[in-house]
Nanobody, 120 residues
Framework: QGQFVESGGGLVQPGESLRLACVASGFNSDYYAVGWWRQAPGKQREGVLCIWNDGHRTYNSDAVEGRFTISRVNGAKAVYLHMNNLKPEDTAVYYC?????????????WGLGTQVTVSS
């Protein structure tokens, strides 16, 4: 089945930036659209951003538009989440998942996530 391995999380102060990475393990993510999701304490998991295999991007969260962007390196099976001007409300565990071919398919190949904490 395979899954993603996420990395790059940490503790940062408000206004700082982070870049998260997820790499596919045991399958080829280049064939899929890939989304970043997040789950804050006590809240449901929500989609943040998604990218098709040709680089087309879809925002799933108004809260991050203008601050977060997504990119991918096909061949390296890697997808990145670039987060700028982080806010305390961005604190969450961040996950990658495949989402079909166009960001509308069922989420699959979930990783274990990486923790992002934004606090002063």
């Amino acid at each position: 089945q395979g899954q993603f391995v996420e990395s790059g999380g940490g503790l940062v102060q408000p206004g700082e930036s982070l870049r998260l990475a997820c790499v596919a393990s045991g399958f080829n993510s280049d064939y899929y659209a890939v989304g970043w999701w997040r789950q804050a304490p006590g809240k449901q998991r929500e989609g943040v951003l998604c990218i098709w295999n040709d680089g087309h991007r879809t925002y799933n969260s108004d809260a991050v538009e203008g601050r977060f962007t997504i990119s991918r390196v096909n061949g390296a099976k890697a997808v990145y989440l670039h987060m700028n001007n982080l806010k305390p409300e961005d604190t969450a565990v961040y996950y990658c998942a495949t989402e079909g071919s166009d960001c509308t398919g069922p989420a699959d190949h979930w990783g274990l996530g990486t923790q992002v904490t934004v606090s002063s």
